[in-house]
Structures are given as structure tokens and as C-alpha cells.
């Protein structure tokens, strides 16, 4: 079995803000079937959603064995579905929306219930809320003004991703081994250090392109 951050370093997921800006793109033009019903990738990005509160559970239950097993679980689903859309061209809009979307919660429920924990610094789980709902302000209201911003996903925020996810799967590692999780607290600054610098990045390109719509 692939670990969490393997198949996700293999398939890094575009942010889920991103997505949203494409939404008046067309399913062509994305590269999509909008008709297909649901496949096999849909449904593992479908399993993967629904192993986040079995694996919030397992975390404040301390059962940490059992909370890396559906992580673990999840990242192989997350391995396994993008790659049988795209063998199989199987990609729908459907499944464009709910991939990123399974990953963003996953990370937003790591981040929040391992810092009730205490096992992440709380600061850490607002920093990478708030980026994500304030990204995500940006690009609804990007939306309702019809405004045209360049949508892919940059290596910023792949890496961020991979990083993020990194450091969950290290810290309840370390938890089941009834181990400090300061003993990654480099990889917690650069975690930190690229959350910053990948929304302020995204921030920033949004702001050029919608300056130069208006000029």
C-alpha cells in the first residue's frame, strides 16, 4: 500500500479555489464528460470524503493506529482515482469538483482536530483555515463579478498541498509511536513558511490578472 503523501506527491490535487474558478468553463473545454453518471474515480473521491469523520474520530479517541490506517486509506484512494479517470478517461466535472474538495477537507479536519490535541500548534490550524476560506472568499466573489483570473494551480500550491499533508501523516506517525511531534518542527516552519508564501502568491496573481481586465 502507497502512503498518504507518495500518491499525493505523484498527484498533487489543485487547491479547491481553483476549481471553483472554472465552473463557467465548459465541460469541453475542460477536458470533461458533464453527462457520464457515476464512475469508479467518482466514487473512490466519494469514499475518501466519507473517511474524514471516521478519521476525526479516530484522532480524538486517540486510536492512532487506526486514524494513520484510514489515512493511508485515503491517500491510496486519492492515487487510485486519478489515475483510473485518466487511463480510463473517466474525468467528469464531477469528479474535477469533488477530488480537490476531498483533500481540502481532509486537511482542514487534520489540521483542526490534531491542534485540539495539542499535537499541532492551534495558530497553525488558523493559518491554513483561514488561507483556504479566505482564498476561497476571493474566488466567489471573483464569480459574481464575472471576472476572467487564470485558474491553474501553481507549483506553490502543489507543494503547499504536499507539505501539508506530509506533516499530518508525520505527526500521527509519531503520535502512534507515542513520540514528540516537536521532533518535526522544521518541517512545521516550512509548512508554515509555504502557506504563506502560496496564498499570498495566489493573492497576488489574482489582483495582476483583475488589474489588467480593468485596464
Not at 46 to 67: A, H, K, W
Not at 123 to 128: G, N, P, Q
Not at 138 to 160: A, H, M, N, W, Y
Request: hydrophobic share 45%.
Amino acid at each position: 500500500m502507497q502512503s498518504a503523501s507518495s500518491t499525493l506527491v505523484d498527484n498533487p490535487p489543485a487547491p479547491f479555489y481553483d476549481y471553483a474558478l472554472s465552473l463557467s468553463v465548459s465541460p469541453r473545454e475542460q477536458g470533461c464528460h458533464a453527462d457520464e453518471p457515476m464512475n469508479l474515480p467518482n466514487s473512490l473521491t466519494i469514499l475518501r470524503i466519507l473517511l474524514v469523520p471516521l478519521f476525526v474520530g479516530f484522532l480524538l479517541y486517540e486510536r492512532y493506529d487506526y486514524s494513520l490506517g484510514v489515512l493511508l486509506l485515503a491517500g491510496l484512494t486519492d492515487g487510485l482515482d486519478g489515475t483510473i479517470a485518466r487511463v480510463a478517461n473517466q474525468r467528469t466535472r464531477l469528479g474535477a469538483f469533488l477530488d480537490p474538495l476531498a483533500d481540502k477537507l481532509l486537511l482542514t479536519s487534520g489540521f483542526v482536530t490534531l491542534s485540539i490535541l495539542h499535537l499541532v500548534p492551534l495558530w497553525t490550524a488558523i493559518l491554513v483555515v483561514s488561507r483556504d476560506l479566505i482564498l476561497m472568499t476571493g474566488t466567489l466573489l471573483v464569480q459574481l463579478t464575472e471576472s476572467r483570473v487564470d485558474i491553474s494551480p501553481t507549483l506553490l500550491g502543489k507543494g503547499t498541498t504536499v507539505f501539508q499533508l506530509s506533516y499530518i501523516l508525520l505527526v500521527v506517525i509519531l503520535a502512534s509511536r507515542h513520540m514528540d511531534p516537536r521532533l518535526i518542527q522544521p518541517l512545521l516552519y516550512l509548512t508554515v513558511a509555504l502557506t504563506l508564501v502560496s496564498g499570498f502568491h495566489y493573492l497576488y496573481r489574482g489582483f495582476v490578472h483583475l488589474s489588467a481586465g480593468e485596464a
